[in-house]
């Protein structure tokens, strides 16, 4: 199977919303950290 240029952005959007999600994760975990100290 070839990759056609309609799977590259799907791809990249896959890519971009883990790292997002990722992001807010680490923002929670270090928020959760400063309230408790």
Do not use: F, K, W, Y
């Amino acid at each position: 199977m070839t990759i056609s240029q309609n799977d590259v952005p799907t791809a990249i959007d896959v890519l971009t919303a883990i790292d997002v999600l990722t992001a807010i994760d680490i923002v929670a975990l270090v928020a959760s950290g400063m309230r408790r100290s």
